[in-house]
C-alpha cells in the first residue's frame, strides 16, 4: 500500500527571512501519514513531511566566517551565498504525544541510518517509512521521538533515498587536488570521477603503490585518460593485486562550498526547535512541542558531528545551544576532510591507504590537548566552551574503530597515555563489533576478507544507549560510566600484546590502522610525524576483555573480532576495512582437541540448554541493572535463548 498523501506540493510554506534563523524559505512538498497508518503504543500514527529548505549565509557573520572559501560563493541581493538541502521529518500525528526530544540523524551519504541501529529496520524500508514493517521494532516510534534527516553533502545528488545538499562553488579560484582510490577488484581500464573539477586536463597525473607506506610508481603500463569534466579513465598496470592504491593528482577549480553543510544543519534544526518562526513545519498553533534535540550520525555521519562541535556550529545564531545532545557513533578518532578547498567528504582513509589525510588530523578527543609534533594546542570542545554551549556527549563506537580509526586517541594524548574525558563526555566501545552491521545479519564468507565474517548488529546496546543520553539531558540523570579500553586499566596495549597467537581459526597478524601528521601545504603532502595508536586488550578467546561486553560475548557460543585480514588478492597482510571476523567453538571437547583450538567447547562452557538459558537470564538482567539493555532487549534474548540449540551459531 502506498503512503495515503494528505497534501502535497501545495503545502509549501514560506516566509521572510527571519532575524533568528538563516532559513530563508522552507518549502514542505509533501504530508502523508507513514507506515500504512501503523499506530504505535502511547503514541499513535506518525506524519512523514517532505521538504526543501533554502539557506543563505552572510560570510562576514563571525558564526559562519569559519566556513572555508564562503567568501569567494555567489551572492543574492543581501550579499549572502545560498544552498538548499533536502529535510525529512517524522513526528507523531499527535505531536502531544511526543517526547520533547527531536532526533537529528545526520545522513551518512544520503541515507538514513538511524531506522537500521535502533529500529532494527530494513533496507530499503528505513528510508521509505512507506509500510507498517519499515518501522521494524518501532523503538524510536513508541518513545515518541520527532525525527529529522537533513541533506547536508554536496557531492552527491538528490534522488529517491537520498538525501543530499545542492551547494554553490567558489568563483574563480584554482588549486591543487589529490584523489586516491582502491577499487578492490579488477575491472581494468576503469572510469572514476574525482573529487573536483579538472581546471587542465595536461596537469592530471596518476601513481600505483601496493600500500601507502610503499614509494610511488609510474610504470609504464599505467595510463590515464580524460573522459571528462571531473572523470577519467585508469588503464591498470601488471603487478598489482585488486587492493593497490592509485594516486590521481591534478589542477582543479571551482571548489563546491562543502562547509555550508555544517550551517545547513545548524540552521534547519534551529528552526524545527522555534516556537516563533511561522516557516516551522512541525509547529502547530505555534508549538513544535520540541524542547531539546540530539544529533546522532554513523560513520561519515558521525565523523561530521564532531567536526560541527569543533568548528563551533553548536551555537545558534541567538547564542543558544542547537544540540543538547550528540551522539556520534562509529566515528573513532577522526573527522572530516569536508571544510577544505577542494574538500571531500565522502573521504574515509582505510588501512592500508594514506593516514595522514585531512580527515586524521589533531585534535583527536575532547579535552584540550597539545599536538607534539606540531605544537598546536586544541579540543572538540574549544570552541563551545566559549560560547557556553557545550553539549551532552555520548560517543560510541564498534570495536572496529579502535583497530581501524585510531580510537585510541579519544582516551590517550598523542604520544599513547592515558587522559580522562570531561564531565560532559561519555565514551562507549561495543566489544566484538564490526563497523555495522545490517539487523539480521549472520555469520558469512566474503572473498576479500579471510576469516568469516562478523555479523554482530549493535541495536541493542544503541538503544540502552540512547535511552540515557536523553534522560541526561532531559531531567539530569547521569548515564552509565563510560566503557571503554584504558592504558590505566591495562585493557588498552600495543598490537604485539593483544590478542593471543594460538588460536588456529584467529591468526592474529597484529594488524591495525596508525595515525600520522602531514605538512598539508606541500603537494602531496610531507609526513612530519607518527601518533601513538593502541588496541584493546583480548582474552583467551581472542574477544576484547573491555568496553560493552554484550549477551553474544558474556553467554558465547563463537569468539567474535572487530579486525579481519585481507584474502589472497586483495591485499593479504592487510586489514579489511569496516569489518570483523567470527569463529565459532567447537561443540564438543574431542572436537576441539583434534583442531588443538585452545578455547573451550561448548559442551564444556554449558552443562546442558537449561544452564544455556539460566546464564542468559542471569547477564540479561545484569545488563538491564546496569542500563545497558532495556528490558524488551532482555526478553528478547531470553526467548532467543529458549528456541535456540545450544550447538546452533547465528
Not at 355 to 373: G, R
Not at 438 to 443: C, E, I, L, N, Y
Request: hydrophobic share 40%; net charge positive.
Amino acid at each position: 500500500m502506498k503512503i495515503s498523501k494528505l497534501s502535497v506540493m501545495a503545502l509549501g510554506i514560506t516566509a521572510a527571512l527571519n532575524c533568528n534563523s538563516e532559513v530563508i524559505k522552507f518549502d514542505v512538498l509533501e504530508r502523508a501519514i507513514a507506515f500504512e497508518g501503523r499506530v504505535f503504543p502511547n503514541v499513535g500514527t506518525y506524519t512523514l513531511i517532505k521538504a526543501k529548505a533554502i539557506v543563505a549565509l552572510d560570510p562576514n557573520d563571525k558564526r559562519n566566517s569559519v566556513i572555508a572559501d564562503l567568501s569567494f560563493g555567489p551572492k543574492n541581493a543581501k550579499g549572502q551565498v545560498e544552498a538548499a538541502a533536502d529535510v525529512v521529518l517524522l513526528q507523531p500525528t499527535n505531536i502531544q504525544a511526543g517526547n520533547q526530544t527531536l532526533l537529528v540523524d545526520v545522513p551518512n551519504r544520503g541515507r538514513k541510518l538511524a531506522p537500521q541501529l535502533f529500529d532494527d529496520s530494513p533496507q530499503p524500508g528505513a528510508n521509505n517509512a512507506a509500510t507498517a514493517q519499515d518501522a521494524g521494532i518501532g523503538y524510536l516510534h513508541r518513545q515518541g521521538y520527532t525525527m529529522a534527516w537533513i541533506g547536508w553533502q554536496g557531492d552527491i545528488p538528490t534522488q529517491p533515498q537520498q538525501l543530499a545538499m545542492q551547494a554553490p562553488t567558489a568563483i574563480g579560484l584554482t588549486g591543487n587536488a589529490r584523489d586516491e582510490f582502491q577499487f578492490d577488484h579488477l575491472t581494468n581500464p576503469i572510469n572514476v570521477r574525482l573529487s573536483a573539477l579538472i581546471e587542465n586536463a595536461s596537469s592530471v597525473k596518476a601513481s600505483v603503490r601496493a600500500q601507502w607506506a610503499h614509494q610511488r610508481a609510474t610504470p609504464t603500463d599505467l595510463t590515464i585518460k580524460v573522459t571528462g569534466p571531473q572523470s577519467i579513465e585508469i588503464s591498470r598496470p601488471q603487478g598489482f593485486d585488486a587492493s593497490a592504491l592509485y594516486e590521481v593528482t591534478y589542477k582543479a577549480k571551482e571548489p563546491v562550498l562543502f562547509g555550508m553543510g555544517f550551517a545547513v544543519t545548524r540552521d534547519v534544526t534551529a528552526l524545527l526547535k522555534s516556537k516563533s518562526n511561522a516557516m516551522n513545519p512541525l509547529a502547530q498553533n505555534g508549538n513544535p512541542n520540541i524542547q531539546r534535540a540530539i544529533g546522532f550520525g554513523v560513520s561519515q555521519s558521525g565523523r561530521f558531528l564532531r567536526d560541527f562541535l569543533w568548528l563551533g556550529f553548536n551555537e545558534d545564531l541567538n547564542g543558544k545551544q542547537v544540540f543538547e545532545g550528540l551522539m556520534p557513533h562509529v566515528a573513532g578518532a577522526r573527522r572530516m576532510a569536508t571544510n577544505y578547498r577542494f574538500g571531500q567528504p565522502s573521504r574515509n582513509s582505510r588501512h592500508p591507504q594514506d593516514p595522514a589525510w585531512q580527515i586524521d588530523l589533531f585534535p583527536f578527543t575532547y579535552e584540550m590537548m597539545t599536538d607534539p609534533i606540531t605544537g598546536q594546542k586544541d579540543g572538540l570542545l574549544g570552541k563551545c566552551r566559549q560560547t557556553q554551549t557545550c553539549p551532552k556527549v555520548m560517543q560510541t563506537d564498534s570495536e572496529h574503530e579502535w583497530w581501524g580509526s585510531r580510537a585510541s586517541l579519544l582516551v590517550t594524548d598523542p604520544s599513547g597515555n592515558h587522559i580522562d574525558l570531561p564531565s560532559n563526555v561519555r565514551a562507549y566501545m561495543l566489544a566484538g563489533t564490526p563497523h555495522f552491521a545490517q539487523p539480521g545479519a549472520v555469520m558469512s564468507q566474503a572473498k576479500t576478507m579471510s576469516l568469516p565474517v562478523n555479523p554482530l548488529h549493535a541495536g541493542q546496546p544503541m538503544r540502552a544507549l540512547l535511552s540515557a543520553l536523553n534522560e541526561w539531558i532531559s531531567v539530569g540523570t547521569e548515564p552509565p560510566a563510560s566503557r571503554v579500553p584504558m592504558r590505566a586499566h591495562g585493557t588498552l596495549v600495543p598490537a604485539d600484546l593483544a590478542i593471543p597467537k594460538n588460536i588456529p581459526t584467529l591468526p592474529y597478524q597484529e594488524l591495525y590502522t596508525s595515525a600520522y601528521v602531514s605538512d598539508q601545504t606541500q603537494f602531496p603532502p610531507k609526513v612530519l610525524g607518527r601518533y601513538e595508536v593502541l588496541v584493546p586488550l583480548a582474552d583467551a578467546d581472542g574477544v576484547a576483555v573491555a568496553g560493552i561486553r554484550s549477551m553474544p560475548l558474556v553467554v558465547p557460543k563463537a569468539s567474535y573480532t572487530a579486525w579481519n585480514p585481507r584474502a589472497v588478492g586483495f591485499g593479504p597482510g592487510n586489514l579489511f576495512p569496516l569489518q570483523g571476523a567470527m569463529s565459532p567453538f567447537a561443540i564438543t571437547k574431542a572436537e576441539r582437541a583434534s583442531a588443538q583450538d585452545p578455547r573451550l567447547s561448548l559442551e564444556e562452557r554449558y552443562a546442558n540448554q537449561d544452564a544455556y538459558v539460566e546464564a542468559v537470564k542471569a547477564a540479561a538482567q545484569r545488563f538491564v541493572k546496569e542500563r545497558l539493555l532495556l528490558s524488551e532487549d532482555a526478553e528478547r534474548n531470553i526467548e532467543r535463548a529458549k528456541a535456540d540449540k545450544l550447538s546452533q551459531i547465528r
